[in-house]
């Protein structure tokens, strides 16, 4: 069974991840740096994209020592596991996702990545070979449903999110929008990549809670799987 899929993401009012450089931006405050944190110790296993490594080098480990003690007493690894879509196997043997922190990694390329990557990273990862030029996300789940990962956290960037969402893949999704304006047409959003052409292809939502946090809010919303009559929580 493929795990339940939860996309967590801070974007501007004006719905941009980032700068057009890829620059990260702060766009949350601290009391919504400890929900992520909750949201990422309750989860199996985070997710993001190559981009976003290359771009942020984030480690996705969980930074509060009392949820990384609850994770322990569950019998768990401090971290859940860690999970990069890398469909060139890009992915730097020195980065913080592959060697900080506690627990199982898992790297997911396509059949176009080079033989010798695959074998390195084969000595600290899990690699997962789906899809001929690109990453078959939907042949990931189906892989990571296998190793027992129920609950999986999304944290970007925005061309994997856009293809998981394009897949049907995505269950619920946390946007907080903060308060400043970003703007400018290259700078990535929520759901990148090829994105629609028909009505019938848009991802429908039903909004669970709206909260304000600090000088932004939080929108909790639910997809509305196709074919599903749209109806209120």
């Known amino acids: 069974m493929r795990p339940c899929i939860v996309v967590n993401v801070a ?4 719905g ?7 620059r990260q931006v702060k766009i949350s405050g601290k009391e919504d ?21 290359l771009a942020d080098d984030p480690s996705l480990t969980v930074k509060d020592e009392g949820l990384k ?16 879509i890398d469909s060139a196997a890009r992915i730097p043997l020195t980065a913080s996702v592959l060697t900080k922190g506690s627990g199982r990694r898992v790297v997911a390329v396509s059949s ?24 078959d996300v939907t042949k990931v ?10 609950r999986l956290m999304v944290e970007g960037g925005g061309t994997l999110i856009g293809a998981l969402f394009r ?12 308060n400043i304006i970003i703007g400018g047409k290259d700078a990535p959003t929520l759901a990148d990549g090829i994105g629609c052409v ?24 639910v997809v509305v799987k196709r074919g599903e009559p749209q109806k209120s929580p």
């Open 11 to 14: 974007m501007s009012a004006d």
């Open 16 to 22: 941009k991840l980032s700068t057009r450089e890829r």
């Open 33 to 53: 740096f400890v929900r992520v944190d909750q949201l990422k110790a309750d989860s199996d296993a985070v997710m993001v994209g190559i981009g976003t490594v």
């Open 69 to 84: 003690a609850q994770r322990r007493n569950r019998g768990l690894d401090e971290h859940p596991v860690r999970v990069v």
């Open 112 to 135: 176009r990545a080079k033989k010798e990557k695959i074998a390195q990273l084969r000595e600290i990862a899990t690699v997962i070979v789906a899809g001929e030029d690109r990453v």
């Open 141 to 150: 789940m189906d892989e990571l449903g296998s190793m027992g990962i129920q």
């Open 167 to 178: 897949a049907g893949l995505v269950d619920e999704c946390d946007s907080f929008v903060g």
């Open 198 to 221: 028909k009505e019938s292809e848009f991802t429908r939502l039903a909004l669970v809670e709206a909260q304000r946090i600090e000088d932004g809010i939080l929108l909790h919303w």
